[in-house]
């Protein structure tokens, strides 16, 4: 039973040890990173998820506040 993944296309045709084997990396750092501003701004849009989203950032910065008025001797 072979395991083993197959190996992702080179983009830039080279071998893995040319200066220029980086560029498939950058490639799809951009794709990912243009999916992930796509599911931000689709749940933002989303009456539910926007609220999901306001009520945890909330939350974080609620819990950060009391730790830092603790640190600072407030309570």
């Given amino acids: 039973m072979n395991t ?3 190996e992702k296309p080179s983009f830039d ?3 893995p040890a ?3 084997s980086g560029l498939a990396e ?3 750092a951009i794709r990912d ?5 796509y599911r ?7 009456p539910w ?3 999901l989203t306001i009520i945890g950032i909330f939350v974080i910065l609620a819990v950060f506040a009391f730790l830092a008025g603790a640190s600072l001797g407030l309570w």
């Fill in 26 to 28: 950058v490639s799809e």
């Fill in 18 to 20: 040319s200066p220029w």
């Fill in 40 to 46: 931000i701004k689709k749940s933002w849009a989303d």
């Fill in 49 to 51: 998820g926007r609220k």
């Fill in 13 to 15: 045709g080279g071998d």
């Fill in 33 to 37: 990173n243009r999916l992930m501003e």
């Fill in 4 to 6: 083993n993944k197959p």
